[in-house]
Nanobody
């Protein structure tokens, strides 16, 4: 059974930094991509950043220049370093792991709150 567990959320002031971590485990198949999504209250879930095998990354425009995604493929972990946080970054952040069959596995989310 695949498990995806996020950690690292919390309360931070505007301009501060946080690092989110995600561990995926239990898959027979390797994960071809791992990424971070977020969902603010009353809004749809949106992509923040994704990293695929080989290290190619893709960021939402709102994350470019402020957030950095990194992955340890050997350990099936992915991290999201978030700098210069803004109140509009407040959301529940979800980790998604996708295997080569394009099956997605999601964590339960970690809350990030940025105070103004």
């Amino acid at each position: 059974q695949v498990q995806v567990v996020e950690s690292g959320g919390g309360l931070v002031q505007t301009g501060g930094s946080l690092t989110l971590s995600c561990q995926a485990s239990g898959s027979v198949y390797s994960f071809t991509s791992m990424g971070w999504y977020r969902q603010a209250s009353g809004k749809q879930r949106e992509l923040v950043a994704v990293i695929i095998s080989g290290g190619t990354t893709n960021y939402a425009d709102s994350a470019k220049g402020r957030f950095t995604i990194s992955r340890d493929s050997g350990k099936n972990t992915v991290a999201l370093q978030m700098n210069s946080l803004k109140p509009e970054d407040t959301a529940v952040y979800y980790c998604r792991a996708r295997n080569y069959l394009n099956m997605d596995y999601w964590g339960s989310g970690t809350l990030v709150t940025v105070s103004s």
